[in-house]
């Protein structure tokens, strides 16, 4: 079992910049890999971007490529999505997402653990 618990999000200007944090529990977070997705109002939730157990390799979804680093930490059972150039079609809840296999996969229905989400609201 993994319990992941986001944070970060907030209110900012286009342009600006954040960092989400995903904090896990469970034995099992250094042997998995992490992805961060997103839902915007009236939009089905989407990938962002992925990381695999070791940190070694990482994905991005188009729209947020160049603009965002997804990096972690397992020492402190954290995952993190450093956001740049915030954009006004980046408000969203983000959610953390953890799977049971150690590589990068995008699809919703590979993940087995979700956070409650944070939201992410930028202004123009």
């Known amino acids: 079992q993994v319990q992941l618990v986001e944070s970060g999000g907030g209110l900012v200007q286009a342009g600006g910049s954040l960092r989400l944090s995903c904090a896990a529990s469970?034995?099992?977070?250094?042997?998995?890999?992490m992805g961060w997705f997103r839902q915007a109002p009236g939009k089905e939730r989407e990938f962002v971007a992925a990381?695999?157990?070791?940190?070694?390799?990482?994905l991005y979804a188009d729209s947020v490529k160049g603009r965002s680093t997804i990096s972690r930490d397992n020492a402190k059972n954290t995952v993190y999505l450093q956001m740049n150039s915030l954009k006004s079609e980046d408000t969203a809840v983000y959610y953390c997402?953890?799977?049971?296999?150690?590589?990068?996969?995008?699809?919703?229905?590979?993940?087995?653990?979700w956070g409650q989400g944070t939201q992410v609201t930028v202004s123009s």
């Open positions: 997402a953890a799977r049971s296999g150690r590589t990068i996969r995008t699809s919703l229905d590979e993940y087995d653990y």
């Open positions: 990381i695999t157990w070791s940190g070694s390799s990482t």
């Open positions: 469970g034995r099992t977070f250094s042997s998995s890999a």
